[in-house]
């Protein structure tokens, strides 16, 4: 018997609540409850109605605890797990005195195996259920962090970062030729096997020669089912030194346009600082855009333009960008999110806050209807969350006139104490949450 009945309240989305209503957009039961089938939702409906209709299976009572798609982390870089939070630099800096020390001791890779072991765990506590993660130029950090997804039966994006650019440390350094062929040898052991999903990873322009973007381009264009993921117009320093090793783009986008790098299966980091030219052309490729609120305030990047881009139509997930973003937790980054839209004049709903980190990466990552997403045919990554997880929240909440007052504590003060259960493809993970499960 693999039917599972999981009761709470559920918090799930019928429509982007950036373009519809919020009545039509975001669906709330006070008294909820999510069947689950061979790793699948098969319904979510009133608790009442699905405890009639299946009255002998196997049930999980979360009482007040709200069920939601499990949180999906659009960009993150898990061998900068053990360095984040770390003081005191911008980003060309950070990446020279911090993160590149720090990725060269991926070349053991017994050292790659704990640390994505390590992150994994931290996301899963933190309710993230699928990551996109950059590795290193090392492919044992590729094989290290799919195998240990496969282990916790985790969805999850990954690729080999390629830098073969003097700009990068001899020790981080590839080569075009073997960019191409490590990527490509990954791509056949990785991609689409199990719940894996291969990315195609220039680290960002600078980092890279023509020779080896133009590769890369060509890998991609061969294995058009992988996405490709790289950083984008994050910083005015980086956009200065992109502007003086190409000197023939015409902005920063072109730099990967030119050399095949730029397709609706295109992930961009950050993209903060970006010309009419290049809004214009992601939009009408469809790329994805990821947002890192917490990494673009603490590396002092800028802020990004969430109203303006998504008004445009742009497709826009949400990241924690982990190690240069100062957190694992997706409600801390909603809580970024926030606080740089307020900056920007304007104040995101906790249903577009809530939709971004769940549905708005899956689409970024095109897994929408796959994940993100608490509804039938779904794969069944939950995560159940305490929305009265401290007390502080809890004073907060308790004053609640609707679901977004009593959620939006949460998003604003809530971390890993806030998650009271994840399940992954249809089981409750035991590593994450205080899981109670009655038979
Ligand atoms: N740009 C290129 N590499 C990185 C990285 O590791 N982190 C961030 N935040 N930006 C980058
Ligand atoms: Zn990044």
Redesign the pocket.
């Known amino acids: 018997m693999t039917r599972h009945l999981i009761l709470g309240q559920t918090l799930a989305f019928a429509a982007d609540p950036f373009s519809a209503p919020l009545e039509v957009a975001a669906q709330h039961h006070r008294r909820g409850a999510v069947l689950i089938d061979a790793g699948r939702i098969a319904a979510v409906g009133q608790a009442d109605d699905l405890k009639a209709e299946f009255p002998d299976v196997a049930t999980t009572d979360y009482g007040d605890g709200l069920i939601s798609a499990g949180f999906v982390d659009a960009?993150?870089?898990y061998p900068q797990t053990a360095i984040i939070a770390s003081w005191g630099k911008r980003l060309i800096d950070w990446l020279n005195l911090y993160t590149f020390p720090e990725e060269m001791r991926f070349a053991d890779p017994a050292y790659a195996t704990e640390i994505a072991g390590r992150c994994l765990d931290l996301n899963l506590a933190h309710g993230t259920t699928t990551v996109a993660s950059?590795c290193t130029i090392h492919p044992g950090s590729v094989d290290a962090i799919f195998e240990a997804a496969a282990a916790r039966d985790m969805r999850i994006v990954a690729g080999k970062t390629c830098m073969d650019r003097d700009t990068a440390p001899d020790r981080l350094r590839d080569t075009a030729q073997g960019a191409y062929d490590d990527s490509r040898a990954l791509i056949e052991r990785w991609h689409d096997k199990g719940r894996a999903s291969y990315a195609i990873t220039p680290r960002f322009s600078p980092t890279s020669t023509v020779a080896q973007l133009e590769a890369l381009g060509a890998l991609w264009a061969e294995h058009p089912s992988c996405l490709m993921q790289t950083?984008l117009s994050?910083q005015t320093d980086e956009i200065e030194w992109v502007r003086g090793l190409y000197p023939e783009a015409r902005d920063y986008l072109d730099t990967y346009e030119a050399y095949g790098l730029l397709g609706e299966r295109g992930v961009y980091?950050?993209a903060i600082h970006l010309e009419e030219r290049e809004k214009a052309r992601l939009s009408e490729v469809g790329a994805g855009l990821v947002h890192?609120p917490t990494?673009n305030t603490f590396i002092g990047s800028g802020l990004f333009d969430m109203a303006g881009l998504k008004g445009a139509g742009q497709r826009v997930g949400l990241?924690t960008?982990t190690g240069?973003g100062s957190s694992f937790s997706m409600l801390r980054t909603m809580a970024a999110a926030y606080e740089v839209g307020q900056l920007h004049g304007t104040a995101l709903h906790p249903a577009q806050l809530w939709w971004l980190a769940t549905e708005g990466s899956a689409q970024v990552l095109h897994m929408q209807g796959r994940i993100g997403a608490l509804r039938a045919g779904a794969e069944a990554d939950l995560v159940i969350l305490d929305l009265g997880s401290t007390p502080a929240i809890a004073q907060r909440a308790a004053q609640a006139n609707d679901i977004w007052d009593a959620i939006f504590p949460t998003i604003m003060m809530g971390d890993d104490r806030a998650v009271q259960a994840v399940w992954l493809n249809g089981a409750p993970c035991q590593s994450a949450g205080s899981a109670r499960i009655s038979t």
């Open positions: 960009h993150m870089h950059y950083h994050e980091g950050h890192c990494s990241a960008d240069g």
